[in-house]
C-alpha cells in the first residue's frame, strides 16, 4: 500500500525562510509533517549544509519549490532571461542535490502574469509557437542536469492571472510530452485546478502516470476542508492513478475578510494555525486511506 | 413562483459591440436569452436609440456592464480618478435608463489589477481604511442618480487576481451595508465565488435579499455543465433566497487548449457555439425550476 509523505510549505510560516525559523522544523514535526516545501533560497538565504543538518535532526524531508521571475524566465523572447532560466533551474537542482530534496516543482517554463505586473495580451501563433520551443529547450538542457542529480523538474500548470503559458492539467502534460524526459513531469495544484480544469479529479486522472508532485490546496487557498473541492473524490483520484508521491499543503491564505485587504499578496500569520494544519494533515491522510480502500475492491 | 430572466454578455459574441451586431440580438433570442448584458458602451460604440429600438423589434431586454479602470476608479487617491470613476457611474446610469436597462453591474468600486497591469502589494490599515471610505463616498453619490432614474447599482466581488478590494462575497455584502443606500445591491457571479468562497450556494444564501443581479459561469468560464460547480445546489441556494432577477451566462473560454496561450485575455469566438448556449440557458432554467420545487415542500 502506498503512503504518500505530507508536508507543507514554508511560507505558511515565513517568508523569506531563514535560519532563525529552523526552530520551526520542530513544529512542522508536531503538526504531523513528513517533509517541508522551501521555497529555493535566493543567494544569502540559507546555509545549505546547516539547512541540511536541521532538517536531518528533526527528521523532516524536503522539496523545493521553484521561484521565476521576468528575469529569469524560459518562455522570454531576450535570449538573456532564456539563459537566466536555464542556469537558474540548474542552479535549483544543484541546491536540491545539496539539500537531499528530490523535486524541484514550480512553473518551471516562466512567463509570470500578475505577479510580475504582466497584462493578459493575446499572442500570435508564430510568437506562440517560439515560445514553447524555447521553453521545451530550456526544460531539456535542465533536465540533462536534473538526471545528473537524480532530481526531478515537475512542471506545474498554474491559472490564466497567474501565467499565459502553461494554465491547465491538458497543458502540462503537452509540455511535459514534448520535453518527453524522464527527468521531467507534472506537477498539479488544486488551488489552480479549481479555477481551470473542468474536473479535478478528472484532471489527475488524466495526469495518471506523469504525475510527480502534488499540492493539496483548497479552491481559496485555506485550510483544505474549508471550502468546497471534493476531497473525497481528490483522495479516489490520487489512489487510482498510483500516485505514491509527496503531497504540499499551502494554505496560507490568512483568515481576512477585511473590505479592501487584497488577498492574493503574501501575509505573515497573525495568529497560531497549527490546530487547523494538523487536521487538515489528518484529513488529507484519511481521505488518501479511504480512497485506496474504495480501489481495493471490485470497480 | 419566480421565473429568472436568463441572458447572456454581449462579449459571447463580439467586442466591442456595435450596429454592425444588432442581428445577433435574434440569434440571441432563438438560443432562448430574454435579454443581452451589454458592456457600457464607450463613446461612439453604440446610438442609444437605435440600440433600444433593436433590442424592443427582437423583445429583448438589457442590462448593463460596467467597466472601470485607472483613470476611472472610485477607489483610487488620486482626485482626478476618484471623480472620473464617480461621473463614469453615473454616465453608465444615464445609458441604463436610455437603453431601459434597470441594472448597471461590475466592480464598481474599481481597484483593477491584473487587467490594469497592476501587481498585488499590501496596503497598510490607513490606506485601506481611507480606500473604502472613498468608495463608500463614491457609490452614495452615484447612488442619488441611480435612484433618480429607478437603476439599480450591483456591485460585483471579482477574485484575488483582478482585484485587491473586494474579492468575496463576504467584502460585497460588507460594502453595501456601508454604503447602505436601496440603490446599491450585490452581484455575485460563480466563477469569482469559486475561487474565492468557502461555499458557492452558502455565498448566495448569504447575500440573501440583498442580490440583485447573478452571473452563472462555470469554474473556468466554459459552458454552465463543463465544469465541476453544482448547479443544482446554486439553484437550491437561488430559490432558497427567493432571487427572482436576472441571470447572465458569460460562457467566454473558448475551445482553445493550446499550450502557451493565455486564457485571461478575450478572444473571439472560432466556431458556432449557438447550441451549447442554448443548452446552457435550458440547463439552468431546469435547476432553477428544480430548486424551487425543492423549497415547495417542509424542509
Known amino acids: 500500500m502506498t503512503v504518500n509523505p505530507v508536508g507543507v510549505i514554508s511560507m505558511f510560516y515565513a517568508r523569506p525562510f531563514g535560519p532563525a525559523h529552523f526552530p520551526l522544523f520542530t513544529a512542522m514535526r508536531k503538526a504531523g509533517m513528513d517533509f517541508v516545501e522551501l521555497l529555493v533560497p535566493e543567494p544569502g538565504e540559507l546555509d545549505l549544509a546547516a539547512t541540511r543538518m536541521a532538517l536531518s535532526e528533526t527528521g523532516l524531508g524536503v522539496e523545493l519549490a521553484a ?5 529569469r524566465d524560459l518562455a522570454s ?31 518551471l517554463y516562466g512567463a509570470p502574469l500578475v505577479f510580475a505586473g504582466r497584462m493578459p ?45 502553461c494554465m491547465t492539467t491538458r497543458n502540462g502534460l503537452d509540455l511535459v510530452a514534448q520535453v518527453d524526459h524522464p527527468s521531467v513531469g507534472v506537477m498539479l495544484d488544486t488551488f489552480h485546478m479549481a479555477m481551470e480544469d473542468d474536473s479535478v479529479a478528472g484532471a489527475i486522472r488524466m495526469a495518471g502516470r506523469h504525475l510527480v508532485h502534488f499540492q493539496a490546496n483548497e479552491n481559496h487557498r485555506g485550510f483544505i476542508g474549508s471550502g468546497h473541492l471534493d476531497w473525497n473524490e481528490i483522495g479516489r483520484a490520487l489512489a487510482d492513478v498510483g500516485y505514491d508521491g509527496p503531497i504540499t499543503l499551502e494554505p496560507f491564505r490568512r483568515n481576512e475578510h477585511r473590505l479592501g485587504v487584497g488577498l492574493a499578496q503574501w501575509r505573515a500569520p497573525t495568529e497560531d494555525e497549527s490546530g487547523r494544519l494538523a487536521a487538515s494533515a489528518a484529513h488529507l491522510r484519511n481521505v488518501l486511506a479511504l480512497g485506496r480502500r474504495s480501489t481495493s475492491g471490485v470497480q
Chains 1, 2 share one sequence.
Open 67 to 71: 521561484r521565476v521571475n521576468l528575469s
Open 77 to 107: 523572447d531576450d535570449p538573456a532571461a532564456h539563459e537566466a532560466g536555464i542556469a537558474y533551474l540548474c542552479g535549483c537542482v544543484r541546491i536540491a542535490a545539496a539539500l537531499g530534496a528530490r523535486r524541484v516543482g514550480g512553473p
Open 121 to 165: 495580451t493575446p499572442v500570435s501563433e508564430d510568437v506562440r509557437r517560439a515560445r514553447v520551443d524555447r521553453v521545451v529547450a530550456g526544460l531539456r538542457k535542465a533536465a540533462v542536469v536534473a538526471a545528473d542529480h537524480g532530481v526531478l523538474l515537475c512542471v506545474e500548470p498554474l491559472n490564466r492571472f497567474e501565467t499565459d503559458f
